[in-house]
């Protein structure tokens, strides 16, 4: 007999045992599914009755996930998961043995200071001390009195300009010295002048050149000596005054055929020397001295008051060694004047002199002309200055960028097929196979020269007593010559690559180079020390 406890336990049974297959059975389609699967079974255990389905959805309650009920989801793993790993490491592979090789190379490769290439020039030079003769015309006073100049000295005078006066009396140099303030008043006339010389010493400025100060400041000083003098000369002449005599005298002291030119205030007794009296005493011990008129001065009939430099044409004139005469005579010279760095160039001509003391020796006299810029060198009788000769234009490099490299010589009846984009030629080499057949491999040369019918090649690929063969493979030659040449080490592409030049000029640290011979053009980088640099070698700046 079977209780009610009993029988239900066996209808629970049975409802559970549907639930799972029920369960089984809708597990393969959804998850949904499942869960409504549960949901019905647990309202099958609360209840005796069973809820019909209704034709509408229930809605969706969310339900908090207990801890200890586990997800009946089931992951499936990314299936390239291990491709993109692989390629992560292939990359970090290749960045690692990059990294590693730069900093092998940079730790390898020997540090070279670099020189960049650059057009520029190179001369000789020689420094001597010259005498400067000039067309000069000596003008002397024609009365006694006091002397004032209305003229800057320098400046071009001018047939009618006024130059200088004698005051008999003393008058104007009473009125200059009780000057009233109306004197210092500067008209229209003057302000331009002073504006025009302030202008044209700040042009000109530079501050390498200090002493251009001092001559600044002493054509200041002239022209407001000029004015001062010219206010008082126009205010006597309007006051007529009694007993005073001022004696006026212009340019070439008004003779209609007189030369006008530059004026100049002083004198040295030197006016008047032939260029053939000139001879090495005059730069040796020769006691030079100049004689200056003061403004105000008092001068008697026959004193020096002024001369005049009527030609732009002047001479510049030194004693010179016999075998600088050769190499000069009949030359144009550039010459470089220590006094303001200013350059000119002039006709360089040898003469003959009379050794002083002696009558028979003969010492050579370089005399070199110009034809400009006299009125820069008025107050100059001796000046030092430069010469410059054999001038050389090319590429401009350090000594120390030039090495001597050895180079096997091929004459050019065994090379071949010459490139001369690549100057590189071709031999031929012979060759033994394993079965003892000879054969010939064409190999290429690198080619840093021709002359004379003969390359000039490295000896990286052949030696010294190899043979060589032509492109018919009988004719055959053995190294046996060598030659060196001059280069540098060119290294834009971070390798020390050797490149011929021919060396025009040189002095104590440049050297001019040939641009229509030499392989490196101007920006070049070379190493501005060729004796720590080998052929090849990777170098870094």
């Known amino acids: ?54 034709r509408f959805p229930e809605p969706v309650r969310k339900e908090t996930p207990s801890k200890e009920k586990k997800s009946n989801i ?57 005498m400067i003769l000039r067309d000069e015309t000596v003008f002397y006073a024609k009365s006694s009195g006091y002397y004032n100049f209305y003229l800057k000295e320098g400046e071009k005078a001018s047939y009618n300009d006024l130059v200088y006066t004698i005051d ?61 003098n010219l206010y008082i000369l126009n205010k006597i002449s309007s006051m007529s005054l009694n007993g005073t005599n001022v004696n006026k005298y212009y340019c070439g002291d008004g003779l209609e055929n007189a030369k006008t030119g530059y004026v100049v205030y002083y004198y040295d007794e030197l006016e008047d020397l032939p260029l053939e009296e000139v001879n090495s005493s005059y730069f040796k011990d020769y006691d030079y001295e100049r004689h200056m008129i003061a403004n105000n001065e008092m001068v008697t009939e026959g004193d020096f008051v002024y001369k005049l430099v009527t030609s732009n044409t002047w001479q510049l004139v030194f004693p010179i060694s016999e075998e600088k005469a050769k190499e000069f005579d009949g030359k144009d010279m550039k010459v470089k004047f220590s006094k303001n760095q200013e350059s000119l160039k002039g006709k360089v001509k040898i003469i003959d002199a009379i050794a002083p003391g002696k009558n028979t020796s003969v010492e050579k006299i370089c005399v070199v002309t110009f034809n400009t810029s006299v009125a820069d060198y008025l107050n100059n009788r001796f000046i030092d200055f430069e010469i410059y000769t054999n001038e050389n234009n090319g590429y401009k490099i350090p000594k120390s960028s030039v090495v001597e490299k050895e180079f096997l010589l091929v004459p050019d009846t ?3 097929d010459f490139n001369e984009t690549t100057n ?48 018919d493979e009988t004719t055959s030659y053995t190294l046996n010559k060598t030659a060196t040449l001059l280069g540098v080490y060119k290294i ?11 060396k025009l000029y040189e002095n104590e640290e440049y050297i001019i180079v040939d641009p229509a011979y030499t392989m490196i053009k101007p920006y070049d980088y070379i190493a501005l020390d060729a004796s720590k640099v080998n052929d090849n070698e990777y170098i870094y700046e």
């Open 424 to 471: 590189t030629v071709c031999v031929k080499l012979d060759k033994y196979l394993e079965d003892g057949t000879k054969t010939f491999v064409t190999t290429e040369l690198n080619v840093y020269r021709t002359d004379g019918g003969e390359y000039y090649v490295d000896g990286n690929v052949v030696k010294l007593g190899n043979t060589v063969y032509a492109a």
């Open 1 to 54: 007999m079977v209780s009610r406890f009993d029988f239900n336990n066996t209808e629970n049974n049975k409802r559970k045992n549907g639930k799972r297959s029920t369960n089984e059975r809708t597990s393969r389609f959804s998850a949904n599914n499942r869960k409504s699967s549960e949901s019905n079974g647990k309202s099958e255990n609360t209840g005796s009755q069973v809820k019909r389905k209704s």
């Open 74 to 130: 089931t992951v499936f793993p990314l299936r390239n998961d291990i491709s993109y790993k692989i390629i992560l490491y292939i990359v970090l592979a290749v960045v690692f043995v990059y990294l590693f090789f730069c900093v092998y190379k940079s730790m390898n490769a020997k540090k070279i200071s670099t020189y960049q290439v650059k057009e520029g020039a190179l001369s000789e030079q020689n420094s001597y001390t010259g």
């Open 492 to 502: 834009n592409q971070g390798y020390a690559d050797f490149k011929n030049i021919k």
């Open 414 to 416: 065994i090379a071949f």
């Open 168 to 228: 008999g009396t003393g008058k104007i140099k009473d009125m200059m010295t009780n000057q009233t303030e109306e004197a210092s008043t500067l008209s229209s006339d003057d302000l331009v002048e002073i504006k025009s010389e302030i202008v044209k010493f700040s042009k000109d400025y530079e501050k390498d050149s200090f002493i251009d100060v001092y001559d600044f400041k002493d054509d200041l000083d002239s022209v407001s000596l000029k004015m001062s």
